[in-house]
């Protein structure tokens, strides 16, 4: 089982929508998690990090579910600009919370 | 502020052929990191860096890669020899201090091997 899993994709949505995507991961003892995001042929870059409570940012809902060990990111009104992949990230094992594990990244598609 | 600095951006080369890349990461940043991210997955640490000291070389393939960070700034990743799996876009990126701190990534190296 990968250490933190998450659909590829493509997601093709339209402007305007509201897409959500998911990940798990397999390490209970993780204290940290992001949201990055990178787009094509370009490096990853924070795109939020995710809160028990959950956060957002403008059009951006990070929720963490540490029972389920669940995270979820749902963009509202989608624009052209979103296309991206979006890779969920957490912090590795204890004793080198340095240690990010990324998930392969979702790919959203946002059409005229 | 200036970012992660990677250089070379490109680099195409043959099997069994050897491989240098260069990072500088941001200025002040304790800890350094070089991942491998393949075609269609998601970026792989396979180094970091305390200032010079060594943190996690766990995923490493020690019998044909190797770091260093001798000063604690600068750091370069060597393949040698180089295989076809190889074929990757090497990310360099940098924290302050280490921990579950902001990482910057530079905009890699992408390395084609034939």
């Known amino acids: 089982r990968k250490e933190v899993e998450q659909d590829p994709g493509p997601f093709n949505v339209p402007e305007g929508a509201t897409v959500a995507f998911n990940c798990t991961y397999s390490n209970s003892a993780s204290q940290s998690f992001f949201w990055y995001r990178q787009d094509c042929r370009k490096e990853p870059k924070l795109l939020m990090s995710?809160?028990?409570s959950g956060n957002e940012d403008g059009r951006f809902t990070a929720q963490l579910n540490r029972a389920s060990q669940y995270i979820s990111l749902l963009i509202r009104d989608s624009k052209l600009s979103d296309s991206a992949t979006y890779l969920c990230v957490v912090n590795g094992r204890s004793g080198n919370t340095g240690k990010l594990i990324f998930g392969q990244g979702t790919t959203l598609q946002v059409k005229p | 502020e200036a970012g992660v600095a990677q250089s070379p951006r490109y680099k195409i080369i043959e099997k069994r052929q050897s491989v240098a890349f260069w990072c500088n990461p941001i200025s002040g940043h304790a800890t350094l990191y070089w991942y491998q991210q393949i075609l269609g997955q998601g970026p792989k640490l396979l180094i970091q860096f305390q200032n010079n000291g060594v943190v996690d070389d766990s995923q490493l393939p020690k019998d044909r890669f190797s770091a260093e960070r001798l000063k604690g700034v600068d750091s370069t990743l060597k393949i040698q020899p180089a295989k076809l799996e190889d074929s990757a876009v090497y990310l360099c990126?940098?924290?302050?201090?280490?921990?579950?701190?902001?990482?910057?990534f530079g905009p890699g190296t992408r390395l084609t091997v034939l």
């Open positions: 995710v809160y028990s």
């Open positions: 990126a940098s924290s302050l201090a280490g921990g579950p701190d902001t990482q910057y």
